[in-house]
């Protein structure tokens, strides 16, 4: 009798939750079966196939459309909520230094593999050639000084309608430091910018299930466009970029985050496994960049280290970039009868260092900035950029994956050096205890506390007022307590 009245209402409770859940799986293998179609059409029919790019680039553009303001609220959260600012500078300048390491370290890489196993056979530049590799000088890349004053926006509104990942990361943190002078009269706006969060979590999750589309007709542009041949011609380069990435991806980057942090390398990128899928699909680390901020805010890491590291990271800390640099620049150099000695090597890439930074993480933006790089530093190198742009789209999406994992490890690290990861709840979210919440993209019970640093599971961030039920080992919201509107004076106090 007491066994059949206690089974009786908890049947139907886990089911509702067990569907919305199911729902959102069958999104991601609906990517994988776009992305075979999308490949048969392009070797099938290229000339349709081609015609079907605005498809792929209308989706990557609905993503970006969503980057500013989830960056905006991110941020403005986290460092609304720090008492000291001192804390977001030091976050920003650790991040910074670990960037600047890392992408020496990942030009070393691309040196090293590129000078032992050198570029292969040497193709013939024809005037077809010159034409495409001079055609990508205009997209290249800034001076230092057009870098810097491109940071700063026309308008604060004009951060937001131009896409500027850097212009609103900088709006956001004047906002959120002015809210922090503020003092408690700018809790109101903490928790307008906190249901504006919601609101834009929600949408992307929707333009999410577009994700099938999108891949379809971005794999079936690039297919269509490059065919086997150009594949086939360079895939030398194509397959040793691809090893050297994955090599760095997983040694280099693995051992850091091991030594470091103690969180395996495997574990990180099994949790990101929907977002790699998801660039993979597109060549576009951007179209991962909100949901990168939402996980690993779930994983443990603090408000303030997510929103600083993570948009900064974007723009400073690409490592698939760097690789990718040092490989093509080798290549080309041979190829147009030009080898590079080393005392050369190094100067050109320590000025394509410089000149990389700020490069956008969609398509394309690697070879225009490559093209920009060598026609300031070396113009007569320009006219071999037209060899790798039939495969430039197969080596832009080892480049997104590379940059993606490279970002996501940074999170982690500086999480750790700056104290801002709740280790705890890391081990549980990466072993798949604490599920991420495909509807919301966001964790109700895991907000920011007063010094902006993820709560442990179970209780508020500082400490204060009742704990909240959920995030158990289970994952499960179901039976959690809120505290009402009050829960606001104990996620933002000043």
């Given at each position: 009798?007491?066994?059949?009245?206690?089974t009786?209402?908890?049947?139907?409770?886990?089911?509702?939750?067990?569907?919305?859940?199911?729902?959102?799986?069958?999104?991601?293998?609906?990517?994988?079966?776009?992305?075979?179609a999308?490949?048969?059409?392009?070797?099938?029919?290229?000339?349709?196939?081609?015609?079907?790019?605005?498809?792929?680039?209308?989706?990557?553009?609905?993503?970006?459309?969503m980057?500013?303001?989830?960056?905006?609220?991110?941020?403005?959260?986290?460092?609304?909520?720090?008492?000291?600012a001192?804390r977001?500078?030091?976050?920003?300048?650790?991040?910074l230094?670990?960037?600047l390491?890392?992408?020496?370290?990942?030009?070393?890489?691309?040196?090293?593999?590129?000078?032992?196993?050198?570029?292969?056979?040497?193709?013939?530049?024809?005037?077809?050639?010159?034409?495409?590799?001079?055609?990508?000088?205009?997209?290249?890349?800034?001076?230092?000084?057009?870098f810097?004053?491109g940071?700063?926006?026309?308008t604060?509104?004009s951060?937001?309608?131009?896409?500027?990942?850097?212009?609103?990361?900088?709006v956001?943190?004047?906002?959120?430091?002015?809210?922090?002078?503020?003092?408690?009269?700018?809790?109101?706006?903490?928790?307008?910018?906190?249901?504006?969060?919601?609101?834009?979590?929600?949408v992307?999750?929707?333009?999410?299930?577009?994700?099938?589309?999108?891949a379809?007709?971005?794999?079936?542009?690039?297919?269509?466009?490059?065919?086997?041949?150009?594949?086939?011609?360079?895939?030398m380069?194509?397959?040793?970029?691809?090893?050297?990435?994955?090599?760095?991806?997983?040694?280099?980057?693995?051992?850091?985050?091991?030594?470091?942090?103690?969180?395996?390398?495997?574990?990180?990128?099994?949790?990101?496994?929907?977002?790699?899928?998801?660039?993979?699909?597109?060549?576009?680390?951007?179209?991962?960049?909100?949901?990168?901020?939402?996980?690993?805010?779930?994983?443990?890491?603090s408000?303030?280290?997510?929103?600083i590291?993570?948009?900064?990271?974007?723009?400073?800390?690409?490592?698939g970039?760097?690789?990718?640099?040092?490989?093509?620049?080798?290549f080309?150099?041979?190829?147009?009868?030009?080898?590079?000695?080393?005392?050369?090597?190094?100067?050109?890439?320590?000025?394509?260092?410089?000149?990389?930074?700020?490069?956008?993480?969609?398509?394309?933006?690697?070879?225009?900035?490559?093209?920009?790089?060598?026609?300031?530093?070396?113009?007569?190198?320009?006219?071999?950029?037209?060899?790798?742009?039939?495969?430039?789209?197969?080596?832009?999406?080892?480049?997104?994956?590379?940059?993606?994992?490279g970002?996501?490890?940074?999170?982690?690290?500086?999480?750790?050096?700056t104290?801002?990861?709740?280790?705890?709840?890391?081990?549980?979210?990466?072993?798949?205890r604490?599920?991420?919440?495909?509807?919301?993209?966001?964790?109700?019970?895991?907000?920011?506390?007063?010094?902006?640093?993820?709560?442990?599971?179970g209780?508020?961030a500082?400490?204060?007022?009742?704990?909240?039920?959920?995030?158990?080992?289970?994952?499960?919201?179901?039976?959690?307590?809120?505290?009402?509107?009050?829960?606001?004076?104990?996620?933002?106090?000043?």
């Amino acid at each position: 009798m007491t066994s059949a009245a206690g089974t009786a209402p908890a049947a139907p409770r886990p089911r509702p939750d067990r569907t919305r859940r199911d729902r959102t799986r069958y999104l991601y293998p609906a990517v994988i079966a776009a992305v075979a179609a999308g490949v048969a059409v392009g070797l099938l029919a290229p000339g349709f196939a081609v015609e079907l790019k605005p498809v792929g680039t209308g989706f990557v553009n609905l993503i970006r459309m969503m980057i500013p303001p989830v960056i905006f609220c991110t941020i403005v959260l986290g460092v609304g909520s720090v008492r000291r600012a001192a804390r977001v500078g030091a976050v920003g300048g650790i991040a910074l230094a670990y960037f600047l390491v890392m992408s020496l370290v990942a030009l070393s890489v691309g040196l090293l593999v590129g000078n032992l196993l050198g570029p292969g056979a040497e193709p013939a530049v024809t005037d077809a050639v010159r034409a495409a590799g001079q055609a990508q000088i205009d997209g290249g890349a800034k001076d230092t000084t057009g870098f810097l004053l491109g940071v700063v926006p026309a308008t604060m509104v004009s951060a937001f309608t131009e896409g500027e990942v850097l212009q609103t990361l900088l709006v956001a943190l004047l906002c959120g430091f002015a809210l922090q002078a503020m003092g408690p009269a700018g809790l109101p706006v903490l928790r307008g910018v906190e249901h504006v969060q919601r609101l834009v979590f929600r949408v992307l999750a929707m333009i999410m299930w577009a994700a099938p589309v999108g891949a379809f007709g971005a794999m079936a542009a690039v297919t269509g466009s490059a065919g086997p041949d150009a594949l086939r011609s360079l895939a030398m380069l194509v397959l040793v970029f691809y090893l050297t990435c994955a090599l760095f991806a997983v040694v280099v980057l693995g051992a850091l985050l091991r030594v470091v942090a103690g969180v395996s390398v495997i574990a990180l990128f099994r949790y990101l496994g929907r977002e790699f899928l998801l660039i993979l699909s597109t060549s576009s680390s951007e179209s991962a960049l909100p949901r990168l901020i939402a996980k690993m805010e779930h994983l443990g890491v603090s408000r303030p280290v997510v929103g600083i590291t993570v948009p900064t990271g974007y723009s400073f800390n690409l490592d698939g970039t760097m690789i990718y640099m040092t490989m093509a620049s080798l290549f080309i150099a041979d190829a147009t009868g030009t080898p590079l000695a080393l005392g050369e090597q190094i100067p050109l890439l320590l000025f394509l260092l410089v000149a990389s930074k700020g490069a956008a993480g969609v398509t394309g933006a690697g070879l225009a900035t490559l093209a920009g790089g060598l026609q300031s530093h070396r113009p007569a190198l320009v006219d071999g950029v037209g060899l790798i742009v039939g495969i430039d789209r197969f080596m832009s999406e080892a480049r997104a994956l590379t940059n993606f994992a490279g970002n996501a490890v940074a999170t982690v690290l500086v999480g750790t050096w700056t104290r801002e990861i709740d280790r705890d709840r890391a081990d549980e979210v990466l072993a798949g205890r604490i599920p991420f919440d495909e509807t919301t993209l966001l964790d109700d019970a895991h907000g920011s506390g007063a010094d902006g640093r993820a709560p442990a599971a179970g209780g508020v961030a500082d400490g204060t007022g009742p704990p909240r039920q959920g995030d158990g080992p289970d994952g499960g919201r179901n039976g959690r307590t809120e505290t009402g509107s009050g829960a606001g004076k104990e996620r933002f106090p000043m």
